[in-house]
């Protein structure tokens, strides 16, 4: 199960950082970002992700409903879904596509450390 948690970990920190790498290609208006690879590539890393998630949640019969940090990832899961296809897909306008580079950092940050501290608060407990 260690290794599952490993890929997981893994996952997260590429899925990042192809978050932050994709979204400058968007703003610099790259022809990279059209590239097959740069299109599957983050597909897989996102279904290893979610895969090696599942797979933690029902070998340690964990439940999103006792588990409030483990609720709100999945919750944040799709906020982060939503900013991505704002910056990539739905972005008609610089302005939205910044919208959607900032607040899926931030979103992805919250992820990050919810998992970290086992906290729904994440970083917010700093505050
Ligand atoms: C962008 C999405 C995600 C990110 C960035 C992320 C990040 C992380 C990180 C960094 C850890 C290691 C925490 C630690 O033990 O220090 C972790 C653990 C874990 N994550 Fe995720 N995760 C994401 C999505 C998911 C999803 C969708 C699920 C469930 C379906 C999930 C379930 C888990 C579980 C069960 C653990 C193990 C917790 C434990 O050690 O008890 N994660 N995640």
Redesign the pocket.
């Known amino acids: 199960m260690l290794t599952v ?1 490993a890929i ?2 893994f ?3 590429t ?2 950082l192809g978050f932050l790498l994709r979204g400058a290609l968007v703003l610099l208006k790259s022809p990279i970002v059209q590239h097959r690879l740069t299109k599957t590539l983050p597909h897989i890393i ?1 279904s290893g ?2 895969v ?3 797979v ?2 029902i070998s ?1 019969s ?1 439940s ?1 409903l006792s588990q409030h940090w ?1 609720l709100a ?2 919750l ?2 799709f906020l ?1 879904i939503g900013f991505g296809l704002l910056m990539l897909r739905w972005g008609d306008t610089e302005r939205n596509r910044w919208v959607g580079l900032i607040g899926g950092l931030l979103v ?1 940050l919250y ?2 450390a919810a ?2 501290s ?1 906290s729904a608060m994440s970083f917010l407990q700093f505050f």
């Open positions: 948690k997981h970990v996952c997260a920190y899925t990042g996102d992700l979610l090696s998630g599942l933690m949640v340690w964990l999103p483990l990832k999945i944040a899961l982060y992805y992820i990050v998992a970290h086992k």
